[in-house]
């Protein structure tokens, strides 16, 4: 599934590591927090009936989003999640479709350009090369960017650089008019790695991500970020306590690995996150989305523990400060610092917590001395997390991996 999904939305990534549930004595008892939605009402500034809402709304809206993707496919030029009305946009240069879609229930937008032109620009640019969609292999970055996504809010590729390299972009993009858009941040970034239900904190530097099992075998394992772990080490969970070792890690290119659960006696898994990483009240998810832009997330992480924003870009292709380049990358708002790489990021639809990827980076400024997230400085946040969507194709066709 690698590189398949529509090149319409952009993200740029953030490290954090995910992980197993948490260790615990077989005999205790576990006592599931009640309400998740505070986190939600603390960072976007809604009410209890708000978020309420808004979670009805976005279950419906992702629904007609993947059947809408599957109808039209090519034919429309991006989608997102609209929090303020509280419908699914769907973008077109086709004025044949907008009833279609309109019908369908979703608001149609007429925009100007289409697929094909935004996906010939990327490319262009730098973008990944989608021919072995259903392959792994690493590739270096050719992008001279700090990060290139196809944004369909704005109906552009959105083309983020530094200040330093803001002269050069303008020069070399001016050729590509209304296609391209410009944002600027102040330096490249960098995964968020300071070295087990989702968020717990894992080999000391980064967090959990989500617990996978093979049904078939009743085998376990932990899917994690791929900067965060070499593959054919040992993975430890706190204490340190070995958890097992890991199968294989991606890094750069992707920014997913996968471990074994070798220590079965001790570390026991379930479909769990960390509220109040590490340590912390648990929460359970119930499956994946593959959410599109606009839709609230939030993230489990050991630093930053849980906060919440909205997807602003999907499928973005992010350079590092190291020149790594990871492709097919979701960006969204909500704060993520060292640390955090490999923890939980999950959409809340229907009241329910579903998985949506790994943390893996972040643009961080510098404050007091250290790397904090964009919102200690007054601006939105910026950060990245892989997809599960990308992640568990590859690893349930290799391991019988899925989600509990």
Request: proline share 4%; charged share 20%.
């Amino acid at each position: 599934m690698r590189f398949n999904r529509t090149l319409l939305s952009t993200i740029m990534i953030s490290s954090l590591a995910f992980g197993a549930a948490p260790a615990l004595a077989q005999d205790q008892k576990r006592t599931e927090v009640a309400d998740m939605s505070a986190a939600i009402q603390r960072d976007l500034g809604l009410s209890a009936d708000q978020v309420k809402r808004v979670s009805a709304q976005q279950e419906r809206a992702i629904a007609l989003d993947e059947q809408l993707q599957k109808e039209l496919g090519d034919q429309i030029a991006g989608t997102y999640f609209d929090i303020k009305s509280g419908q699914l946009i769907v973008n077109t240069t086709d004025r044949g479709l907008l009833e279609k879609i309109k019908g369908a229930g979703a608001q149609p937008q007429l925009v100007q350009n289409n697929l094909k032109q935004l996906g010939l620009a990327l490319h262009a640019l730098g973008g990944p090369d989608t021919a072995n969609a259903d392959k792994r292999e690493v590739v270096k970055s050719e992008s001279k960017f700090a990060a290139l996504g196809l944004d369909p809010v704005s109906n552009t590729v959105k083309v983020t650089a530094t200040k330093e390299q803001l002269s050069s972009a303008r020069e070399e993009l001016a050729k590509y008019g209304s296609l391209v858009s410009i944002e600027v941040v102040d330096a490249l970034p960098e995964p968020t790695i300071n070295y087990m239900d989702g968020g717990d904190a894992i080999n000391g530097t980064c967090s959990a991500g989500f617990n996978l099992r093979n049904p078939s075998t009743g085998a376990k394992f932990l899917l994690t970020a791929g900067h965060c772990v070499n593959a054919g080490s040992m993975l430890k969970g706190q204490g340190p306590v070995n958890f097992g070792t890991v199968l294989e890690s991606w890094f750069p290119t992707f920014d997913d690995a996968i471990a074994r659960n070798q220590n079965t006696g001790y570390w026991i898994q379930g479909p769990w996150f960390d509220s109040n990483p590490s340590n912390g009240s648990f929460h359970s998810f119930s499956g994946s989305t593959d959410a599109p832009v606009g839709t609230i997330v939030c993230k489990a992480g050991k630093t930053t523990k849980f906060t919440c924003g909205t997807i602003t870009i999907k499928d973005e292709d992010v350079t590092y400060s190291n020149g790594d380049k990871i492709y097919n990358m979701t960006r969204h708002s909500a704060c993520v610092e060292p640390g955090d790489s490999g923890g939980s990021n999950l959409s809340y639809i229907g009241g329910k917590f579903r998985a949506e990827g790994v943390t893996s980076g972040a643009s961080m400024p510098i404050v007091d001395g250290k790397k904090r997230c964009r919102a200690v400085i007054g601006q939105q946040n910026i950060s990245w997390y892989f997809p599960v969507a990308d992640s568990l194709p590859y690893y349930g066709a290799r391991y019988g991996a899925t989600l509990w």
